[in-house]
């Protein structure tokens, strides 16, 4: 079983649609949090980060993290053309000084106009 | 503009031979790291290093090696190149902090081994 488990979609939706992405991991010792996005033919770029459980708000993007559950969610409102990309996952414990994430599979997004 | 730059965008190699991926950043980070991107698998860490002449194995080190004689430079090496090896190779840097989560990518390289 992989640590943090991601599905791959793709997922096609209209503009204007709210779209949830998520994923579940394994290991009760992530405290970090991310969600990068990659655009094609190019390198991911950090999205948004949550410390913890709860709730974090950036403009349309919203990231969830609900540990006892072992499952984080990024929702994006009112969704954009520009928004389609690939949109990944990532975690790293607590304690961890070298950076080092685990990274789900990634989901591929397609936002029609 | 901070900029990670990878020495190719595409490589066609033939099985055997030995291939070098350079990575080059300019922020003075500490932390650099090798990733392959596969369909269904997302990326996984191939190696990676958090100072000068320091290298740790990631999840996949097998048929691969790294080099890191300078701060802003981290090079992949495949000694033997296979098949396998088929993929997308992304260099990412990060600050050496332990609560810093960001790491900056390159644009990757696309390696194709015959």
């Known amino acids: 079983q992989k640590e943090v488990e991601q599905d791959p979609g793709p997922l096609s939706v209209p503009e204007g649609a709210i779209v949830s992405l998520n994923c579940t991991y394994s290991?009760?010792?992530?405290?970090?949090f991310m969600w990068y996005r990659q655009y094609s033919r190019k390198g991911p770029e950090l999205l948004m980060y949550?410390?913890?459980?709860g709730n974090k708000e950036d403009g349309r993007f919203t990231a969830q993290v609900d540990k006892s559950s072992k499952y984080i969610s990024l929702f994006i409102r009112d969704s954009q053309p520009s928004d389609s990309a690939t949109y990944l996952c990532?975690?790293?414990?607590?304690?961890?000084?070298?950076?080092?994430?685990?990274f789900g599979q990634g989901t591929t997004l397609q936002v029609k106009p | 503009d901070v900029k990670v730059t990878q020495s190719s965008r595409y490589l066609v190699k033939r099985t055997g031979e030995k291939v070098f991926l350079e990575c080059v950043q300019d922020?003075?980070?500490?932390?650099m790291f090798w990733y392959r991107q596969d369909p269904g698998l997302g990326l996984r860490l191939i190696y990676f290093?958090?100072?000068?002449?320091?290298?740790e194995k990631g999840d996949i080190p097998e048929g691969y090696s790294v080099s890191r004689e300078k701060k802003e430079r981290f090079s992949l090496i495949l000694e033997s190149a296979s098949t396998n090896q088929t993929s997308m190779y992304l260099c990412?840097?990060?600050?050496?902090?332990?609560?810093?989560?960001?790491?900056?990518f390159g644009p990757g390289t696309r390696l194709t081994v015959l």
């Open positions: 990532a975690m790293r414990h607590g304690s961890s000084n070298t950076g080092k994430l685990i």
């Open positions: 290991n009760s010792a992530f405290q970090y």
């Open positions: 949550t410390y913890s459980s």
């Open positions: 922020m003075d980070h500490e932390n």
């Open positions: 290093s958090y100072d000068v002449k320091m290298k």
């Open positions: 990412a840097n990060s600050r050496g902090h332990r609560s810093y989560n960001e790491q900056f």
